[in-house]
């Protein structure tokens, strides 16, 4: 890492990559503040790994530049790889050795003196509570030790800046929160991360800013906050228990004062926005009790990165995996879910 404070640990202009006629970075621009979190989404095939290797010195780009911790990818590629650790969809571990002895040889290789590489290696295993596996063999720990392990092996020597691509693909539930855990733990160390994911509940929850791929170009950025305003924010969706009151429900609540908004009028319910979450539905309610219109069910619903991922993506082609069920495609005022109502007649 350079002597100097830096504010901004990575800095990405104008990159291009093409693989013979494809194209899988047209332009790709981005900065990430230091000690910050990096959600990097995109379905498959939309450039995640090739910008990641790009940034790690594993490919040059073909046009553009790029600077990591300070050190520009093309011209100081040395520097960049003694500033980087990258984790994630491979692993050079030993399968023979154990995880100790994994972390220990890690420490060697970078020229950690044998008691020192120890130390850390003891000190890894603890944070990473794998202290217990003892001398067991990596090629028996389970999927989610094995990742740990990967990830504890990246910061024997502690970097600036981490890679994580894909780092919980493939692994169950709770090995999922414990590679989120890691994450936090990297933040807490002011260790600056980039992640790629495809899980869009994953970015939510440990990205700073968020920027989204598409066909090799970022089509938004943000924070999860941020993108999900961009579709909409919250908003509340009524069905009255008969199909006909609709449009007399929409009626009543445009005549009604204060600034309801209604967002969409489907066949059987209509959506609102609800800037003022609960007090929205009680108005509403109030306001369908008032017009005897009978409804069968009302709820709230707050954009997930699903609904911004498809809005900003197109559903079609995506092979994103969280899976959507609020159904909303491109259209900005699709009818979001209604999961968060109670079932039954509330009026
Ligand atoms: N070595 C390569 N040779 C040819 N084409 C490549 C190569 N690497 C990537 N590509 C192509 O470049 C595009 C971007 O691929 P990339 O692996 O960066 O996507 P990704 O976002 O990481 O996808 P995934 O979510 O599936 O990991 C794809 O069309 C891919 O087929
Ligand atoms: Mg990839």
Known sequence: MPTEQLTTAVRVTDVTKSF????????????????SVLGILGPNGAGKTTLVDILCTLLPPDSGTATVAGHDVVHDGAGVRAAISMT?????????????????FFGRMQGLRRRAAIARADELL????????????????????????????????????VFLD?????????????????????KADGITTLLTTQYLDEADLLSDNII?????????????????????????????????????????????????????????????????????LAEVIALARGADIALHDIGLATPTLDDVFFALTGDAES?????????????????????????????
């Open 319 to 347: 092979g994103v995996g969280s899976g959507s069920d609020t159904g909303s495609g491109s259209d900005a005022t699709a009818e979001p879910a209604v999961s968060a109502a109670s079932p039954g007649d509330v009026a």
């Open 20 to 35: 013979d006629d494809v194209a899988a970075l047209t332009g790709v621009s981005f900065e990430v503040p230091a000690g």
């Open 212 to 280: 989204v791929l598409d066909r090799g170009r970022v089509v938004a950025e943000g924070t999860a906050a941020e993108l999900k305003e961009r579709v909409g924010g919250v908003h509340c969706a009524v069905t009255p228990t008969e199909p006909a009151d609709v449009d007399r429900l929409a009626e009543v609540l445009r005549a009604a004062p204060g600034d309801l908004r209604i967002m969409s009028i489907g066949a059987d319910a209509l959506t609102l926005t609800a800037p003022d979450g609960v007090d929205t």
């Open 126 to 161: 603890e944070r990473f509570e794998l202290s217990h596996t003892g001398k067991r063999p990596v090629y028996a720990y389970s999927g989610g030790m094995r990742r740990r392990l990967d990830i504890a092996c990246g910061l024997v020597v502690e970097p600036a800046v």
């Open 166 to 186: 894909e780092p919980t693909t493939g692994l169950d539930p709770r090995s999922r929160q414990e590679v989120w855990n890691l994450v936090e733990l990297l």
């Open 88 to 104: 994630g969809q491979y692993a050079a571990l030993d399968e023979t050795l154990s995880g100790r002895d994994n972390l220990i």
